[in-house]
């Protein structure tokens, strides 16, 4: 009888440790990630040809002094091949 008192105290007082899991790993970005995020306002809109499709936005760096620079060039994706190219 003494026994089980003793287990039924023990039993008590141990602290219950809540099981957690393990945090997600983060995934990587993809493009509806991109497309959901809110496009800032160009600082520039340059025309670079006659054609109303010829335009490059131009996002300028913030601050003075020296910054990196990243370009994407996406020429014509999606549209039907140019007659000029064939």
């Known amino acids: 009888m003494i026994r089980f008192a003793i287990l039924a105290l023990a039993a008590i007082s141990t602290p219950v440790v ?21 496009k800032p306002a160009p600082d520039a809109t340059i025309d670079y040809g006659t054609d109303q ?20 060039c996406m020429a014509g994706a999606g549209r039907p091949a140019s007659p000029i190219a064939a």
């Open 18 to 38: 809540a099981q957690t899991s393990a945090p997600a790993k983060p995934s990587l970005l993809a493009w509806p990630d991109l497309t959901k995020r809110p």
């Open 53 to 72: 499709m010829q335009k490059i936005d131009v996002w300028l760096p913030k601050g003075k002094g020296r910054s990196r620079s990243w370009s994407w």
